[in-house]
C-alpha cells in the first residue's frame, strides 16, 4: 500500500449519470475519501455493489470491483474477504438492495461479523425503477405504488443490526461531506463489520425526506454525551422514533472478527501446481 | 405370499428350527448380498457402513446402496452391501442376509429373498412380534437386545447381529475388529472391546443354537482397498485441485460434500461457509472466485433453482467457479431421498438470456473425483461456470477401490491466463485500464487477481465492454456474446471430451448412459452375454460440450438410451445431435438402476424393436 494515495485515485474515468444533485455523489466522495485515508489503494480493494442507483458506484469507482445481482452484494463480499483477508472489501447497496431483497443476507451478515464496511444509501425511495415505496419509505408515503402510503412502518435498518449482533452501527448524512467521510472511515477501522446507513437523498423522487429534512432534524452524536460502547444507551438511540441520529451508534471493539474467530490470515489464491504434498492422507482415511 | 408364514413369537419358536434347510447349491454365486434395515434412528446406516468397511479390509470388493426416508426418526431405512472377491459397481435383486430389526424390513425387501436367504431377527423385541418369517427364508431368532446387554449395552445390539451375520457368511469376526476399532477408537477402548465382545456374542449364539451349515463362504484376500462414495470423492477432488473456498448451504443429498471438506479444507489452508441460503452461497462462492480462490457450492435441484439467479452473473462475470449439483428426485420438493437425473435441461438452459456453460457428469465414484479435478481446470482455463452434476445413488453409494484409483500424483492443475505485474500491460488500453473481458481470438481473456499492481478493473451482470463497463454498444454487445461462444469452441479443440465405451465394439445394439448408471450397465452386458446378446455401451460423461455419437447412432441398428428420468432428456439431445431416433429406457420410480433389472429392459426392448420390423 503506497502512502501518497489520493482519494481522486478511487475514482474512474467514467461520467456518473445519477441525477444532478443525488446524495449519491456526495456518499460515493466519503467511502473514497475513507479508502483513501486508511492508507488502501484500488489494486487491494474491492468493491462490491448490488443493484440501484447505488449500484452503479462499483462503475464509477476504481478498484477491483463486482456490480452484482440485485440485493446479494454481501455474501459477494464475504467471499472475497475471507479467500483472500489481505483485501480491503467495501460493499455498498441502497436502501431497496439491502433492507427488501437482501435484508437475509444483510441480518447474517451482521452477525457473521466479517471485516468489511457496508455503506447503504438510504434514500427511502426506489429511484431507477423511477419512484415506488422502498422498505424505509414513511408509512403514509405517496408513491406510483403505494398511492395512500405504503401503510406499513419503516424497517428500521439500525434496529435490526443491533438485535443481531452488530458490532459497528453508525449513520451519516451524504451532504455533511466530512462527518460522513470520517463515519465511513471509521466503519473501515472497525476489526468487524463496519455498517454504516447513508441518508442519500433522492431530489427526484422523494420530497419528504430531503437535504433540508436532515440538515434540520439530524442531532449529531458528537453532540451529545453518548457513549458508543454502552450497549443500552445505543439501542434507547436507534429506537428513538421522534428523532435521527448521525455518527457512531454503536461499537463493540472486544467481539471477534469471522476471520479471527477462523483464523484465516492467508490468501487463498496460492496454491501449489499439484496436489498437496500431504494429499495421500485423504485417501488413507479411507482404508 | 404369506399364506405359509410362520409367526415368530419367541414362544412358539422351536430349536432347531423346522424351516427348509437343505444347503441350496445354485445360491452361493460369485457375490454376497447382505442388508440391515430397520427404522431411521435404529443405527442402519453406522451399522452397515461398519460392516462394508470389514469386508474391504479382508480384500473385498464391495458395493453399498441405501434405502432411506428424510425423516431422522420414524421411516424404513435399509443399508445393503453386495460384496465379492471381484470388482462390483451395481447392486441386484437379491438378498442373502437380511438384519430385520422391524416387521416392514421384511416386507419391503420380500421380492428380494430368495430359497435359502436367511433373515437375522430379535423374536424378544416387541415390534418383531408381528412378524412374519417367509416359508422358504431361514429366520434366525437371536436376541440381540440381550446379548448386547451382557456384552455391556442394549446399544450395541447392531453390532450382535453383525457378529451373527458373521457366523452364517463364514466371514472370520476377526475381520469385523479393525472396523469396530476405527467407528469407536475415538471413544475409548473399552467401547471397542465391548463391542467386539457383543460380536462375538452374536456369532457363539448362532453357532451353538443353529447347527447348520450356512450356504456361505466370504473368502478374503489379501488386497487393500479403500472404500468411499461419491460426495466425499467429490470433496477430496476439491481439495487435491486446490479448492479452498467452499460456501453452501446444506440439503440431502449434497451435504456430505460439505461436510467432507469441513475439518479437512482447513488443513490446506481453506475455509468452508455456511450460508443462510443458496442464493448467499453461490455469491459466496462467487466472491471468493473473484479474489483468485478455487471455489465451490454444492447442492441439489431445489438449490440450484435459487442458484439460477446468480448463474447468469458468474457466466457473464466470466467467473470460474464449480457448481456441484447432487441430483435428486424433483420438481419441488419432490423425493428428496430418491435417485433422478432429471437436472440436465435445469443444468444446460437455467437462467434467462443465452450463456454457454460446462456440464460434467461422472460416471463412477472413482471418476467423481477426477471429474472434480477437471471441473476446477476446466472453469479456470476458459473462466467459466461448471456444473459438476452426480445423482443420489452414486453420492451415497460406498465403493470400493484400489488407492491408486485416487492417485494425487496424476492430479494436474492448470490455472489458465492469469496475469501477472510482469506480463498485465499487454492487456491494458492506452490509458493503462486492465480488460478483463478483452476480446481474444480464443474466447479467453486474461485474468487479474486482485491484489496485482495496476489491474484493478470492474465487472459485472450487465453487458460490458473490454474493461468490463456496462455498454449497450450493438457492436460490442455482438462481440461479447460471441467472444463468450468461442471460449466453447476452444474447448472443444483443446479438450479431451471422449465417453467411455465397454461391450462389444461391433455390436449393431447400442446403449447410451451418461451418469451413474455405467456401473449397473455393464455388469448388465455381462450378463446379456450369458444369453449371447452383445452390447456396445457407451457412457457419456460430459453433457456439455459433449462427445458427437452421430456416427455410431447411425450406423447402429438399435439404440437404446439409458437414464434415470421419465422424458429422456439426454436422449433428446442425442437426437439432435444426430438427427436420428433413439429409443429410450427411463427409470423415474426414484430408485436407481440394478444390473439384473436394467439386462431384462435391454431384452424387452429389443424384443419390441425386433418385433416392429418383422
Known amino acids: ?287 | 405370499m404369506f399364506d405359509n408364514a410362520q409367526k415368530c413369537r419367541r414362544s412358539t419358536f422351536q430349536k432347531p428350527f423346522d424351516l427348509p434347510l437343505e444347503r441350496v447349491d445354485n445360491i452361493m454365486p460369485a457375490d454376497f448380498n447382505w442388508a440391515i434395515g430397520g427404522e431411521a434412528g435404529d443405527g442402519i446406516d453406522s451399522t452397515g457402513k461398519i460392516f462394508a468397511r470389514a469386508l474391504s479390509r479382508a480384500g473385498r470388493h464391495v458395493f453399498t446402496s441405501k434405502d432411506f426416508a428424510s425423516r431422522i426418526r420414524g421411516g424404513y431405512t435399509a443399508y445393503k452391501i453386495r460384496t465379492s472377491v471381484d470388482r462390483v459397481q451395481s447392486v441386484v435383486d437379491r438378498l442373502d442376509v437380511l438384519i430385520a430389526l422391524t416387521p416392514r424390513t421384511i416386507d419391503e425387501n420380500r421380492s428380494e429373498l430368495h430359497d435359502g436367504s436367511v433373515i437375522i431377527y430379535d423374536g424378544e423385541r416387541t415390534t418383531m412380534q408381528n412378524a412374519t418369517i417367509p416359508d422358504d427364508v431361514i429366520g434366525l431368532d437371536v436376541p440381540l437386545k440381550r446379548l448386547a446387554e451382557e456384552a455391556g449395552g442394549a446399544i450395541m445390539r447392531n453390532v450382535v447381529a453383525l457378529g451373527a451375520a458373521c457366523a452364517v457368511a463364514d466371514f472370520p469376526i476377526e475381520n469385523l475388529d479393525s472396523a469396530l476399532q476405527k467407528r469407536f477408537g475415538s471413544k475409548g477402548q473399552k467401547l471397542v472391546d465391548n463391542n467386539k465382545e457383543a460380536a462375538r456374542a452374536g456369532r457363539d449364539y448362532v453357532q451353538e443354537t443353529y447347527d447348520h451349515d450356512f450356504a456361505y463362504d466370504l473368502d478374503t484376500t489379501d488386497e487393500d482397498y479403500v472404500l468411499i462414495n461419491g460426495d466425499e470423492a467429490i470433496g477430496m477432488g476439491a481439495i487435491a485441485a486446490g479448492c479452498r473456498f467452499y460456501a453452501g448451504y446444506p440439503i440431502t443429498p449434497a451435504t456430505n460434500v460439505m461436510e467432507y471438506l469441513t475439518g479437512r479444507i482447513e488443513n490446506y489452508g481453506g475455509h468452508v461457509v455456511q450460508a443462510e441460503d443458496e442464493l448467499s452461497a453461490i455469491n459466496m462462492a462467487l466472491g471468493g472466485a473473484r479474489a483468485g480462490a478455487r471455489a465451490m457450492t454444492a447442492t441439489s435441484g431445489p438449490g440450484i433453482d435459487l442458484m439460477t439467479e446468480t448463474f447468469g452473473l458468474v457466466a457473464t462475470s466470466e467467473t470460474p467457479l464449480v457448481i456441484c449439483n447432487v441430483m435428486r428426485s424433483g420438481p419441488s420438493t419432490g423425493m428428496p431421498t430418491k435417485q433422478e437425473q432429471g437436472d440436465i435441461n435445469q443444468m444446460l438452459y437455467g437462467g434467462h438470456g443465452e450463456i454457454p456453460r460446462f456440464v460434467l457428469a461422472p460416471t463412477t465414484i472413482d471418476d467423481c473425483f477426477w471429474k472434480t479435478v477437471e471441473a476446477f481446470n476446466l472453469a479456470e482455463k476458459y473462466q467459466i461456470p461448471v456444473y459438476l452434476t452426480a445423482d443420489l445413488s452414486m453420492a451415497v453409494t460406498e465403493q470400493t477401490f484400489a488407492p491408486d484409483a485416487f492417485d494425487m500424483d496424476d492430479v494436474e492443475i492448470d490455472r489458465g491466463k492469469v496475469v501477472d505485474e510482469e506480463s498485465i500491460d499487454e492487456w491494458q488500453n492506452e490509458k493503462g485500464q486492465f480488460k478483463p473481458h478483452a476480446l481474444t481470438d480464443d474466447g479467453v481473456s486474461p485474468r487479474a487477481l486482485p491484489g496485482t499492481t495496476e489491474g484493478a478493473h470492474m465487472t459485472t451482470g450487465l453487458e460490458h465492454d473490454e474493461l468490463g463497463r456496462r455498454t449497450e454498444d450493438t457492436e460490442m454487445r455482438v462481440e461479447q456474446v460471441d467472444k463468450r461462444n468461442r471460449k466453447v469452441e476452444t474447448a472443444q479443440e483443446q479438450e479431451d471430451w471422449s465417453p467411455r465405451e465397454f461391450g462389444d465394439p461391433e455390436s449393431d445394439t447400442l446403449v447410451i448412459s451418461w451418469g451413474s448408471n455405467e456401473g449397473a450397465m455393464v455388469e448388465a452386458i455381462d450378463l446379456l452375454e450369458e444369453e449371447a446378446i452383445s452390447i456396445r455401451f457407451i457412457s457419456v460423461p460430459y453433457i456439455f460440450p459433449r462427445p458427437d455419437l452421430s456416427e455410431e447412432i447411425t450406423s447402429a441398428d438399435d439404440v437404446l438410451v439409458v437414464e434415470c428420468n421419465n422424458t429422456g432428456q439426454f436422449a433428446d439431445l442425442l437426437e439432435h445431435d444426430a438427427l436420428a431416433r433413439v429409443q429410450r429406457i427411463n427409470k423415474y420410480n426414484g430408485v436407481r438402476y440394478k444390473a439384473d433389472e436394467l439386462a431384462e429392459e435391454i431384452k424387452a426392448a429389443l424384443a419390441a424393436s425386433q418385433e416392429a420390423t418383422q
Open chain 1, 1 to 287: 500500500m503506497s502512502s501518497d494515495v489520493r482519494f481522486t485515485d478511487f475514482k474512474s474515468d467514467k461520467q456518473p449519470t445519477w441525477c444532478p444533485g443525488c446524495g449519491d455523489f456526495g456518499t460515493m466522495n466519503g467511502m473514497m475519501k475513507a479508502l483513501a485515508n486508511t492508507g488502501n489503494d484500488p489494486d487491494n480493494t474491492f468493491v462490491v455493489a448490488g443493484i440501484g442507483c447505488s449500484g452503479k458506484i462499483g462503475t464509477y469507482m476504481h478498484s477491483y470491483a463486482l456490480h452484482g445481482v440485485h440485493g446479494r452484494a454481501l455474501p459477494v463480499g464475504t467471499g472475497v474477504k475471507l479467500a483472500n483477508p489481505n483485501l480491503e472489501v467495501m460493499v455498498a447497496g441502497g436502501d431497496g438492495d439491502g433492507y427488501s431483497i437482501g435484508v437475509g443476507h444483510f441480518i447474517h451478515a451482521v452477525r457473521r461479523n466479517v471485516d468489511m464496511s457496508y455503506v447503504v444509501m438510504d434514500n427511502r425511495i426506489y429511484g431507477l425503477t423511477k419512484g415506488q415505496a422502498s422498505p424505509t419509505s414513511r408509512e403514509d408515503f405517496e408513491t406510483s405504488t403505494t398511492p395512500e402510503g405504503p401503510k406499513q412502518p419503516p424497517v428500521n435498518p439500525l434496529a435490526l443490526a443491533l438485535s443481531a449482533g452488530a458490532t459497528f452501527i453508525a449513520q451519516s448524512f451524504s451532504s455533511d461531506a466530512m462527518r460522513h467521510a470520517e463515519i465511513v472511515q471509521e466503519a473501515i477501522e472497525h476489526d468487524g463489520f463496519g455498517f454504516v446507513n447513508v441518508f442519500s437523498p433522492c431530489v427526484t423522487f422523494n420530497d419528504v425526506d430531503t437535504y433540508d429534512y436532515f440538515r434540520d432534524s439530524l442531532v449529531d452524536v458528537e453532540d451529545t454525551d453518548h457513549d458508543r460502547t454502552d450497549y443500552d444507551a445505543a439501542k434507547d438511540l436507534i429506537l428513538d422514533m421522534d428523532k435521527e441520529y448521525q455518527g457512531v451508534l454503536y461499537q463493540n471493539e472486544d467481539a471477534a472478527s469471522y476471520e479471527q474467530a477462523h483464523g484465516l490470515t492467508e490468501n487463498m489464491a496460492e496454491i501449489p501446481d499439484g496436489a498437496p504434498d500431504d494429499a495421500t492422507d485423504l485417501v488413507r482415511e479411507f482404508y
